[in-house]
């Protein structure tokens, strides 16, 4: 339980405010009252408390009064009502004007500490999250990359060295990782801004087609070619053009890219006579263009035609300090676009979040998060609404077609992942076992397997298995 919090109790009753600073103050709260509503309304607005535990009848001032102000003055505040007089219409009529939650008199020790045990929970989380928030709102808008590690500050800061010159870069990394969004930051941070940043996904094209696509066509060079059509070199013209998965090319287009980058200038398929082009390229590819080059499938005269500069953009999960501050934008993203009130996770949730391996990195995170949205029905996110691979549920992994191992190394890589979660599933397994043979008595589990009762109950709150008292 998070213990320490200031308290203001606004109660007509000295019995009841007496009780109340009895039993928060033995959880470790600091507890003050007041015995009316307005003394209490300048108490409040004029302390550093956390929660108001307030009562709905008073004979000078009414409960609802006094939130409403405490709703204007103080709207930092966590209003808990605490009422003799509770109904469905006035709670509902407290929470509509801001009150957290409703506790009925009498209550039990229990119901109040667990009442503001919530109050404080949802505090933390909401500053949380919009500590986060505000992170984001930080961030360069021209960048458009979301993160504080390490690993993204290197890239932001070779983004911002490279970006002025014009000079064409090869970005590494695996699928999903963003590259072209740095391929725009590149852009956005150089004097070709204001001209076209056109991006094409090389491998979503057929062979046939790249090449009329890239270099344009004249009217009847070939079947289907009614009229003449540019290719992406020229509208790019002036701007950055961004060319992914350059990889896939076949070799021949190879050369003529090759030709195309040499010489500045483009000759439509079919077409008689080369147009000049101003065009800054920035290429991408999730394959070792080297290894390939020694393989004999990539030329090596584009190879280093293409890789002036280099720039590799780490996976998702070697820079999991991000994790936190991506999975809010693309959650709070997506519940704008789907006008839903959704607007963080619960701790437990996030834990997974980070966790987590994503082998489809940043993509794979966006697209989790929009689905998320699409399914949830509360304001945070829980544990049991994360699919099961990342809760913990099952044993799944998706390596994705763009994924699959491509060295040996890489292939080591991937068992070590599954050795790690079919373990963690099998650690998970072994504590739940431990604690229903002895009826979830943590204590009794501990001895029952052989273990200190703090190791134990350190790896409850590692796989987020709690006691059905605490949760």
């Given at each position: 339980?998070?213990?320490g ?16 600073k009895?039993?928060l ?7 003050d ?7 209490g309304?300048?108490a ?5 408390y ?9 004979p ?7 939130l ?9 505040l966590?209003?808990?009502?605490i ?13 509509k ?6 506790v ?19 505090r ?9 928030r505000?992170?984001?709102s ?6 458009r ?12 800061r070779?983004?911002l060295?490279?970006a ?29 801004r ?9 491998s979503?094209?057929t062979?046939?087609?790249?090449e009329?696509?890239l270099?344009g ?5 070939f079947t ?23 990889s ?7 050369g ?27 290429a ?13 499938t990539?030329?090596?005269d ?5 890789n ?10 070697e ?5 936190p501050?991506?999975a809010?934008?693309?959650l709070?993203?997506a ?9 963080g996770?619960t701790?437990?949730a ?7 391996g994503?082998p489809g990195?940043?993509?794979q995170?966006k697209?989790?998060?929009e ?7 509360a304001?945070?996110?829980?544990v049991?609404?994360?699919p ?6 099952t044993i799944s ?17 991937v ?8 373990y963690?599933?099998?650690?998970k397994d ?5 604690l ?21 109950h ?7 298995v ?6």
């Amino acid at each position: 339980m998070t213990t320490g919090a200031k308290i203001l109790v606004i109660d007509d009753e000295r019995p009841v405010c007496i009780s109340c600073k009895r039993i928060l103050e033995e959880e470790g709260h600091k507890v003050d009252y007041q015995m009316s509503g307005q003394e209490g309304v300048k108490a409040a607005v004029a302390g550093d408390y956390e929660i108001v535990l307030l009562d709905l009848r008073m004979p000078d001032m009414g409960g609802l009064d006094v939130l409403e102000v405490l709703r204007r003055e103080r709207p930092d505040l966590t209003v808990v009502i605490i009422t003799g007089y509770a109904t469905i219409q006035t709670s509902i009529e407290a929470i509509k004007k801001g009150a957290f939650d409703y506790v009925p008199k009498p209550f039990t020790p229990e119901e109040l500490a667990l009442a503001v045990s919530k109050a404080l929970e949802d505090r933390r989380l909401r500053a949380e999250n919009e500590y986060l928030r505000r992170q984001l709102s930080e961030m360069r808008q021209g960048a458009r990359i979301i993160g504080r590690s390490k690993a993204i500050e290197d890239v932001e800061r070779q983004i911002l060295k490279i970006a002025p010159t014009d000079f064409t870069v090869m970005v590494y990394g695996e699928s999903g990782t963003g590259k072209e969004l740095v391929a725009q930051a590149i852009h956005e941070n150089s004097a070709r801004r204001e001209r076209p940043f056109v991006a094409v996904d090389l491998s979503a094209l057929t062979p046939t087609l790249i090449e009329s696509e890239l270099f344009g066509h004249a009217k009847g060079a070939f079947t289907g070619a009614t009229a003449s059509k540019p290719g992406y070199f020229s509208l790019a013209h002036g701007g950055t053009l961004f060319l992914d998965e350059v990889s896939n090319i076949s070799y021949e287009l190879q050369g003529k890219l090759l030709r195309v980058l040499e010489s500045r200038s483009v000759q439509p398929v079919g077409g008689q006579t080369a147009r000049e082009v101003d065009v800054r390229v920035v290429a991408a590819t999730n394959k070792a263009l080297d290894a390939m080059v020694e393989g004999g499938t990539f030329r090596e005269d584009l190879y280093y035609r293409l890789n002036v500069i280099p720039l590799t953009l780490p996976p998702l999960r070697e820079r999991t300090d991000d994790i936190p501050m991506l999975a809010m934008h693309f959650l709070a993203k997506a519940a704008e676009e789907a006008h839903k009130a959704t607007r963080g996770f619960t701790t437990e949730a996030m834990a997974k979040l980070v966790s987590y391996g994503w082998p489809g990195n940043v993509r794979q995170l966006k697209n989790v998060c929009e689905r998320l949205v699409a399914t949830a029905e509360a304001e945070l996110v829980g544990v049991e609404q994360l699919p099961a691979e990342i809760s913990g549920g099952t044993i799944s992994v998706d390596l994705g077609s763009d994924a699959v191992p491509q060295t040996a190394d890489e292939l080591k890589e991937v068992k070590r992942k599954l050795k790690d979660m079919v373990y963690a599933q099998v650690e998970k397994d072994f504590l739940i076992d431990a604690l229903n043979r002895t009826g979830w008595n943590v204590t009794k589990a501990a001895e029952l397997v052989g273990m200190l009762r703090p190791n134990f109950h350190a790896l409850m709150r590692k796989y987020g298995v709690k006691t059905r008292e605490e949760g």
